[in-house]
């Protein structure tokens, strides 16, 4: 029985590593509601406001393992409890709403209803696969207003690049920026309005349907 014993504290803290390890990973989850929420407030979409990504709460609490007639099951648990504090059992929060990001979405948010709306809607800029705005159709432009386009795009670019690197680093982690920017591009494309259009990663433009 102790050979079994020692067999299941060392499977249970080979788990317990892992867990660990995957607990310190990027909250992806949390990272996609925060961005779906952004884009639908930067693009307009009606009643939505940003609220903060709360934790969810673990289900299966880690101490809740039953106790085994050897009395492996209750050493289990606590070492999970020893090692899987409760906060990091649960999801990884994600926080969107420092002074930083409230900052630049207000600038998002006029630059997208004075500036990108219309040039979306004719066609003559669209959303690429790295998170930003391009020209897609320099025709759809008059003339008149050609020569303030490639500000308009580097200033709405360099509000996206802000955003991302603002919530990596408000969260302690700026090396997750690159995640973060890849899920918003995500977003960006997938909350398109119909009409507009949108390069894919492969460099191909293709109108939202």
């Known amino acids: 029985m102790r050979k079994l014993s ?7 803290f080979g ?23 952004i884009v ?10 940003t609220k903060p990504v709360t934790k969810t709460p673990n289900q ?3 101490s809740g393992s039953s106790k085994n007639q050897d009395g492996s099951g209750s050493i289990q648990a606590g070492l999970l409890d020893l090692l899987i504090p409760t906060a990091q059992a649960a999801e990884p929060n994600l926080d969107v709403n420092t002074a930083v990001v409230r900052t630049i979405l207000t ?16 066609g003559a800029i669209g959303f690429t696969a790295d ?30 690049a802000e ?26 494309i997938e909350q ?4 507009w259009y949108y390069r894919n990663s492969n460099g191909a433009w293709r109108r939202k349907r």
């Open 60 to 62: 299966t609490s880690p």
């Open 131 to 160: 998170g930003n705005v391009a020209i897609h159709d320099l025709s759809a432009v008059p003339l008149a207003k050609r020569a303030g386009l490639g500000q308009i795009i580097a200033d709405a670019n360099r509000d996206r």
């Open 192 to 195: 398109a309005r119909p009409g």
């Open 6 to 12: 020692s067999i299941l504290l060392f499977t249970t």
């Open 163 to 188: 955003l991302y690197v603002a919530i990596a680093k408000g969260n302690g982690h700026p090396q997750w920026e690159s995640k973060i920017r890849a899920i918003f591009a995500r977003n960006w």
């Open 40 to 49: 639908r407030e930067v693009l307009g979409h009606p009643s939505v406001t």
């Open 15 to 37: 788990v317990v590593a892992s867990c660990v390890t995957i607990n310190v990973y990027f909250p992806a989850a949390a990272a996609n509601r925060a961005a779906k929420q």
């Open 107 to 122: 600038r998002m948010k006029a630059r997208a209803k004075r500036d990108l709306e219309p040039l979306l809607r004719s």
